[in-house]
């Protein structure tokens, strides 16, 4: 019995069942999902790192409650005090080592159509001998020589790294609008309620983005002062009145019938979205008021309340930055993504109308299970073809690494960031978010407006 158990724990290291641990109990899973699975199980382990080397709070609580650690700091020759394990310099090495993880493995699975070649099999198992890797990567950076240097140049490196995986992110958002219209346009040939539908998501759209705007104008501006805010909201509320009426105008009609209101609604819900992240993470205004106190302006009441608790602000903050990368890098490496940044596109008349238009309608997936075998129950869906791109998937993992890298060191002013003022405001952040919207909304005007300068050129949205 020992010796079967030995060898359901060696394969759960090595083999393609990474999800599945062991476990009878566990539901059946496809070898595509687990391996995304364990994979972002190792960004999240990482990133996880990257905030507590952040965190001022953890850093004391462990010189308080660890005994002999200035002696431990001083055997493992991180400084006195540990300092080398904490703040931007270490975030910046430790995302080093993992953007090398990611970056080795999409040379190493580079045209790889089907999971039965012997890279596949390393992309897909082996997650005990990678997760050592991974680990050796992290520490192996600090122990680069000339970190001055190094910090200096990995610092450009990883701006221009997260520049680029907001720009994917920001490219597959504009190609989701435009593929919604037209899959549910392609309904209203055979059933005309696909118009009510159309309609009625639209109302829906341009009613969220006009409430969220109205709100915001309500909460982030006061009668007097308040300038930057109102300036910004009446700039990005007059590009979302612009990209409405170019989606309408008659010349771009011409050359793009499928051209419509429902994705200038769904741009203009996500600057909406951004305009407010940007305007929450803007640094409070603070004033004196006629009793010589100070008053900070330009925020909602609730926010001055709600800020107060900055340990709930940071566990509860840090939690969704997580999860919303973890959720653009797993929807941005599907095989639909990847086509769409390359500019493949179904054909029109093949389109089938379906609510859930993201997910492809066939799905038979193939078993290698004998009946009444014990062992993880994986259902191997890769057996005539990839379901994402490998060397794809891993690409957009190695930008979000640089991604995360700057985000949590605060962009350009790394230096006196830490995780626990990380939400309480920041510059760079503010601007980083404000050009993302503008960008945005610049990609899309450009699917609108290619076809008329580029007559010539066929464009496919």
């Not at 476990?23 to 190792?42: E, H, K, N, V």
């Amino acid at each position: 019995m020992s010796a079967q158990c030995c060898a359901g724990q060696l394969a759960c290291c090595c083999g393609s069942a990474g999800c599945s641990l062991c476990c009878d109990c566990c539901p059946r899973i496809r070898q595509s999902l687990s391996t995304r699975f364990m994979y972002a199980l190792y960004f999240i382990l990482v990133v996880g790192l990257c905030c507590i080397m952040m965190s001022t709070t953890v850093a004391h609580k462990m010189k308080e409650h660890i005994p002999f650690f200035e002696d431990m700091c001083k055997g493992i020759k991180a400084g006195d005090t540990c300092e080398k394990l904490v703040g931007y310099s270490a975030v910046y090495r430790v995302c080093f080592g993992m953007a090398c993880f990611f970056f080795i493995f999409c040379l190493l699975t580079l045209k790889i159509n089907n999971s039965k070649s012997c890279r596949a099999h390393i992309h897909n198992g082996f997650w005990f001998f990678k997760l050592l890797l991974l680990g050796a990567m992290c520490s192996g950076a600090f122990f680069i020589p000339d970190q001055d240097t190094f910090l200096n140049a990995w610092r450009y490196v990883g701006a221009i790294g997260g520049f680029l995986f907001i720009g994917i992110q920001l490219l597959l958002l504009v190609e989701f609008a435009h593929k919604w219209n037209k899959n549910w346009t392609a309904g209203t040939a055979s059933n005309k309620l696909w118009y009510a539908s159309l309609a009625l998501v639209t109302l829906i759209m341009y009613s969220v983005a006009t409430g969220g705007l109205v709100s915001m104008a309500v909460f982030y501006t006061q009668k007097d002062g308040c300038m930057e805010n109102k300036i910004l909201l009446g700039v990005n509320g007059g590009l979302c009145l612009l990209i409405s009426l170019v989606a309408i105008s008659p010349c771009v009609q011409n050359r793009q019938p499928h051209s419509g209101l429902l994705q200038s609604g769904v741009i203009s819900c996500y600057v909406t979205y951004l305009t407010f992240s940007a305007l929450s993470s803007k640094p409070a205004e603070v004033v004196l008021d006629e009793h010589g106190k100070n008053v900070t302006i330009c925020v909602p009441n609730f926010g001055q309340d709600l800020y107060k608790d900055e340990n709930l602000v940071t566990i509860l903050g840090t939690g969704l930055l997580i999860g919303c990368i973890l959720y653009s890098c797993l929807t941005s490496t599907t095989r639909s993504s990847s086509d769409a940044l390359q500019g493949r596109y179904a054909a029109p008349e093949l389109e089938i109308a379906r609510c859930c238009f993201c997910f492809s309608p066939g799905g038979e997936d193939t078993e290698e299970q004998q009946p009444g075998k014990k062992g993880p129950r994986v259902i191997y869906d890769e057996k005539k073809g990839t379901v994402y791109i490998y060397s794809y998937f891993h690409f957009v993992f190695f930008l979000a690494s640089l991604y995360v890298m700057m985000t949590v060191t605060n962009w350009f002013n790394y230096e006196s960031a830490n995780i626990e003022s990380f939400f309480s405001g920041s510059w760079s952040i503010f601007w980083v978010k404000m050009a993302s919207c503008w960008i945005c909304v610049l990609l899309y005007l450009w699917t609108l407006v290619a076809p008329l300068c580029c007559p010539t050129r066929q464009f496919s949205v």
